[in-house]
């Protein structure tokens, strides 16, 4: 989905899209005009000032899962929710998190000022022993002399797992890792089942000052990890729900879903505050919108720990509410000037009604949406119950995925409005009152060609 669609800016102010080729053979069937009028309906009424200040203001702290900062988060969507009209539930869930208590690390017996950091499912435990430098750890650096010893280990070029997997086999009794080059921080490493082993993190700086005196002298290490562990923490899904107008109720439900919480230590201005934004708008447009389908907007808490909201929330539909849920909408990432082009990606490669919508609408608002094959964020769980579902992101990421540079200044106020123009218009083909319930009729309206796209991430 590389072309853009041309269009002609006319002295009067007006823009023709220039039409795919095939249309432009026929002239377009009266119906299609009037879905472009519908279209204006919600199109029009999307405000991309106000989309990118509630990233800029969702942004501005971050907000890991089960922190204040995803509280805060959670506390001003309900209150924009509730403010639109909106009948808003806050769904907690407790998700496990990990706690790295207190590492320290002592060299000669002298505190460590190092910048110390515990190993993800490092074990409790204090060892006092001779530290010897094993370079990256991998079989061939590792000899049998670190059995009793504290390794040191350098970052990089195989698995933490395999590190500690090949230190612990030689009888190692602690691990200190110190970052690789070019790298930064000391908010890394993970130990694993069976890897009894205290391990603490450092950074670059200071592994490179230990090695330097290892080459002088014998180094007397202690390690000392206390009250690391896996600890309950709270977070929170915000549901804002619509009901129909009365007497058109089609008993059909339509979701549109984002996540409001970020990594850790990332302000995530497109990951996901652009989402959000995005959902947050739609909820604004439509609630003044006489529907005669059930609309739920949603934000998840803790999708960067593994899916937890979106897959509790699921796990919280009836049956019966699974059957009258027709779509879901995923928005994640929607607003990077440093991405790749719009893309719906369903966890099974397959199209689906939220992609066929999607594509049509696409091809209305800006241009056709092609599909790929993708799970990795909260579409999945809704996939698994059965029920149609879509990520709309932009492919390949932007280079600041995942880190502290997640910032407004890389967000583009036309990408994040463009994407919500284009779900807002799918949403609506279904959920406006002149159409018939979905199974009674064809909701996508001159259907559009749209490919597979086996585009990476
Ligand atoms: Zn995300």
Redesign the pocket.
């Known amino acids: 989905m590389k072309k853009k669609a041309a269009s002609i800016m006319l002295a009067a102010g007006l823009v023709i899209s220039a039409a795919p080729a095939n249309v432009l053979a026929d002239p377009p069937p009266p119906n299609e005009q009037a879905d472009h009028a519908f279209d204006n309906k919600i199109i029009k009424k999307i405000s991309p000032d106000r989309l990118y200040d509630r990233v800029a203001l969702l942004s501005e702290n971050p907000r890991e899962a089960g922190t204040q900062g995803e509280y805060d988060a959670v506390q001003y969507i309900k209150k924009e929710f509730e403010a639109y009209g909106y009948e808003t539930e806050l769904q907690p869930f407790t998700f496990q998190a990990w706690d790295g208590g207190t590492p320290a690390i002592e060299i000669n017996h002298i505190s460590f000022d190092g910048d110390v950091h515990t190993f993800n499912g490092s074990v409790n435990g204090s060892v006092e022993a001779p530290i010897e430098h094993v370079g990256l750890a991998t079989t061939d650096e590792v000899s049998d002399s670190v059995k009793g010893k504290i390794a040191l280990i350098e970052r990089g070029s195989i698995s933490f797992y395999e590190k500690v997997q090949n230190v612990y086999d030689k009888g190692a009794v602690g691990i200190i890792m110190y970052n690789g080059a070019g790298q930064s921080g000391n908010d890394f490493g993970y130990t694993y089942e069976g890897q009894d082993i205290p391990a603490i993190a450092i950074n670059r700086e200071a592994g490179l000052s230990l090695v330097e005196q290892l080459q002088s002298e014998e180094v007397i290490g202690n390690v000392t990890v206390e009250d690391a562990g896996t600890i309950d923490q709270t977070s929170y899904n915000v549901i804002a729900t619509m009901k129909p107008h009365k007497n058109k109720d089609t008993g059909q439900i339509v979701t549109i879903g984002a996540?409001h919480d970020s990594v850790a230590g990332g302000p995530?201005a497109n990951?996901?505050a652009s989402?959000v934004s995005g959902v947050l708008e739609l909820a604004k447009v439509l609630a003044k919108t006489p529907t005669d389908t059930e609309l739920r907007f949603m934000t998840f808490g803790a999708?960067?720990k593994g899916l937890i909201g979106s897959y509790h929330y699921a796990s919280t539909l009836s049956e019966g509410e699974v059957d009258r849920i027709a779509a879901h909408f995923q928005m994640?990432?929607i607003g990077s000037r440093d991405a790749g082009d719009l893309i719906m990606f369903t966890p099974d490669g397959n199209k689906n009604l939220v992609t066929d919508l999607g594509a049509s609408a696409g091809a209305r608002v800006a241009e056709v949406v092609e599909y790929g094959q993708l799970g990795r964020?909260d579409h999945v769980p809704f996939f698994e119950r059965g029920i149609p579902a879509a990520l709309f992101i932009h492919a390949p990421l932007e280079p600041w995925y995942h880190s502290p540079q997640d910032t407004l200044d890389k967000i583009s106020k036309e990408k994040l409005t463009e994407v919500t123009e284009i779900v807002g218009s799918a949403v609506y083909q279904i959920a406006r009152p002149d159409t018939p319930a979905l199974e009674n009729a064809r909701v996508a309206p001159g259907p559009v060609h749209y490919e597979f796209d086996d585009r990476p991430l």
């Open positions: 996540h995530g990951d996901d989402g999708e960067e994640d990432m964020s």
